[in-house]
């Protein structure tokens, strides 16, 4: 047996279901917009708890589903998007640098902590002159490959630090790709 809650709700779902356009008309109304979002924003404040409740376990029994959605909605409002990231960039250019300045440092810290905080041809450690050197070559194609740049950093963690990589400075780093520039060369030249 159905309870009366029960029972009006189903009917209320018919109900909905069956005037769906002409629900949507009196809901795009501008007089009912305003009283629409002044009721959804009282309605939230009272049962905030139970809400936020709800949508936690929506989200959590729904992941492959709301990950289709979003996929779905970027491809049919690709432009719109971009448009939008376009005017946020435009907008907010210095805090947007210096959010990803800060967040490759942290990586390149996580990433010299992990691989030595010194270069380990000549011993320089002003992290500032620091880099990861690919043991076996073709780092080139591998930067390629992961995007250049600063992605490397972000590579090697989410790689959990690969074992065929050292850090090197710039200096070490670049003449490594000279002929006869080698390790001994270096220790060779460092008078300490
Ligand atoms: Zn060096």
Do not use: A
Request: net charge positive; glycine share 4%.
């Amino acid at each position: 047996m159905k309870t009366n809650k029960e029972n009006k709700k189903e009917y209320m779902k018919n109900y909905n279901k069956k005037n769906k356009d002409k629900l949507k008309i009196e809901r795009d109304k501008p007089e009912n917009k305003e009283k629409i979002k002044e009721y959804n924003k009282v309605r939230y404040q009272n049962n905030k708890e139970k809400i936020k409740k709800r949508v936690r376990e929506y989200n959590f029994n729904n992941k492959e589903k709301i990950r289709e959605t979003k996929i779905k909605y970027r491809k049919k409002h690709k432009d719109r998007i971009q448009k939008k990231h376009k005017e946020y960039y435009q907008n907010n250019k210095e805090k947007i640098k210096n959010i990803s300045r800060e967040w490759v440092e942290n990586n390149r810290i996580k990433v010299f902590n992990n691989y030595g905080n010194f270069c380990c041809w000549c011993g320089e450690s002003n992290i500032n002159c620091l880099t990861v050197d690919h043991i076996n070559g073709n780092g080139r194609k591998h930067n390629k490959e992961i995007g250049g740049g600063n992605k490397i950093y972000r590579w090697l963690i989410k790689n959990n630090f690969p074992e065929e990589f050292q850090t090197l400075c710039y200096n070490c780093n670049c003449g490594l790709k000279r002929k006869g520039f080698t390790k001994e060369y270096i220790k060779s030249r460092i008078f300490i």
